[in-house]
Nanobody, 120 residues
Framework: QVQLVESGGGLVQPGGSLRLSCAAS????????MGWYRQAPGKPRELVAS???????NYADSVKGRFTISRDNAKNTVYLQMNSLKPEDTADYYC??????????????WGQGTQVTVSS
């Protein structure tokens, strides 16, 4: 059974940083495109960043230059480094694995989510 487990969320002040981690069972990270989604209250879930099995990355315009997605296939882990955080980044963040498309991702597997709150 495939499992994706996120960690690293929490409360941070505006301008601060957090690094989210997504640990996967098996070797799905090396064989799939991976992505981070987020969902704020009352809003639809949106793709924040994705990375293909070949390492190509894609970002939502709202996070370009601030967030960085990376993968460590040896550790079966995907990361989302979030810098210069803003209150509007507050959301539940979800890790996903699936098929990569140009600038997008079709998820097959989901993690349970981790909460990020940006507030002073």
């Amino acid at each position: 059974q495939v499992q994706l487990v996120e960690s690293g969320g929490g409360l941070v002040q505006p301008g601060g940083s957090l690094r989210l981690s997504c640990a996967a069972s098996g070797s799905i990270i090396s064989r799939n495109a991976m992505g981070w989604y987020r969902q704020a209250p009352g809003k639809p879930r949106e793709l924040v960043a994705s990375i293909t099995s070949g390492g190509r990355t894609n970002y939502a315009d709202s996070v370009k230059g601030r967030f960085t997605i990376s993968r460590d296939n040896a550790k079966n882990t995907v990361y989302l480094q979030m810098n210069s955080l803003k209150p509007e980044d507050t959301a539940d963040y979800y890790c996903a694995a699936g098929m990569g498309l140009p600038g997008s991702l079709v998820p097959t597997y989901w993690g349970q989510g981790t909460q990020v709150t940006v507030s002073s």
